[in-house]
């Protein structure tokens, strides 16, 4: 007969789901393997990204935890906090390399903005949740109006990154709760005829990275540096990479921003294109994980919610290795689950819970 102890550790590890726990996990050694490499010069990096993966790690447990019918009582509240830590940012923010993104609160230091990814769409998804039988046009208005305060306050920082990622995770929530066709193609259309206005307003440093994107070999050793040397590491990956800790762009120090940003051109130049297939395949399957949980969500907030979180992960990781690869403009996105940063991973951590949650109170019976 099973002790007590195990009958306590049975019934809380029944919160987890088995396949997104194998994916996660899967990609958490691929990127705890890669930041080693990267961070061979630095290995305090690797040391804090543990501690941080442990915490992710207790937050998914937490939140798994939670049932969605409480996690939606916390959508209003996360929402307006990560408002007032925004404007905290705005007046008390610290400065890095230019721009104030980080908020130190005395024992830890946070980027506000990287906790509006989550709680952008939870409070859009609680919105329509609450309006689900009588969604009218007003309601996309002002969840338009919900999504424009966080966005506004990150481009001020400046983070143009950080902000089209809100952007994105608000803008999913907002269409999966039915926002017409017609209106998303008058949409596109005005975005595209704004582009011109949107030139005008990006700062210098913006509008060189579109320019580098185009030509990075316009400035080799400056602005087209970051691009042309992960382009490098990724080409001289080849098939098979050069082995695990064997990279010589990455130990020769050419790869800029190697444990975070550019932490994808470390890994291709190691594990070379079949390396790439795989970690590919493992993004792909978390994708694939969440819109399934999604899909079977018992409750609107649990569909729009799940759903969010799928395409925000696809976001993630289609800009961060279009950015390293050079198809897209460099902007500081980490990829999920590889890059070092702790208020990503806890994010993350947060992210990967809630699904979990969500697909263990999901329908029983599909109608």
Not at 8 to 36: H, K, M, Q
Not at 173 to 197: E, H, R
Not at 227 to 239: D, F, H, N, P
Not at 329 to 340: A, E, Q, R, T
Request: proline share 5%.
């Amino acid at each position: 007969m099973p002790s007590r102890a195990a009958l306590f550790l049975r019934e809380r590890l029944a919160v987890l789901d088995p396949v997104l726990l194998s994916i996660v996990g899967a990609l958490a050694i691929v990127g705890s393997l890669t930041l080693y490499s990267a961070g061979a010069d630095f290995p305090w990096r690797f040391t804090d990204q543990m501690r941080n993966l442990a915490i992710a790690t207790g937050v998914m447990f937490v939140f798994a935890s939670i049932p969605p019918t409480t996690l939606m009582k916390f959508a209003l509240p996360a929402y307006l906090c990560g408002v007032v830590l925004l404007l905290g940012v705005e007046f008390f923010g610290t400065t890095v390399k230019g721009a104030t993104r980080w908020l130190n609160l005395g024992v830890i230091t946070i980027q506000p903005s990287e906790l509006m990814r989550l709680a952008l769409p939870m409070m859009l998804a609680w919105y329509f949740h609450k309006r689900e039988t009588s969604i009218r046009t007003i309601d996309f208005v002002f969840a338009a109006l919900l999504m424009a305060i966080p966005v506004v306050l990150i481009l001020h920082q400046p983070d143009l990154g950080t902000a089209t990622l809100v952007l994105a995770a608000g803008a999913f929530v907002i269409f999966f709760a039915g926002l017409p066709w017609k209106w998303l193609a008058t949409l596109a259309v005005g975005g595209i005829a704004l582009l011109p206005v949107a030139w005008t307003l990006m700062h210098d440093y913006q509008r060189q990275r579109v320019m580098t994107l185009i030509d990075p070999s316009e400035d080799p050793l400056g602005k087209g540096f970051h691009t042309l040397q992960a382009m490098i590491a990724i080409g001289s990956g080849g098939l098979f990479g050069k082995g695990w800790m064997q990279g010589t762009q990455t130990h020769l120090e050419f790869i800029p921003e190697r444990t975070s940003d550019f932490i994808f051109a470390v890994y291709s130049e190691e594990f070379g294109l079949v390396g790439n297939l795989v970690l590919l395949a493992l993004f792909s399957a978390l994708v694939l994980r969440a819109m399934t949980i999604a899909l079977g969500a018992a409750t609107l907030f649990g569909r729009l919610m799940a759903g969010s979180i799928a395409l925000i992960m696809f976001t993630y990781c289609f800009v961060n290795m279009g950015m390293v690869s050079g198809i897209l403009p460099v902007v500081g996105v980490p990829l999920p689950f590889i890059s070092y940063g702790g208020t990503a991973l806890v994010t993350l951590g947060v992210a990967c819970g809630m699904l979990m949650s969500i697909q263990r109170h999901r329908k029983l019976v599909h109608t």
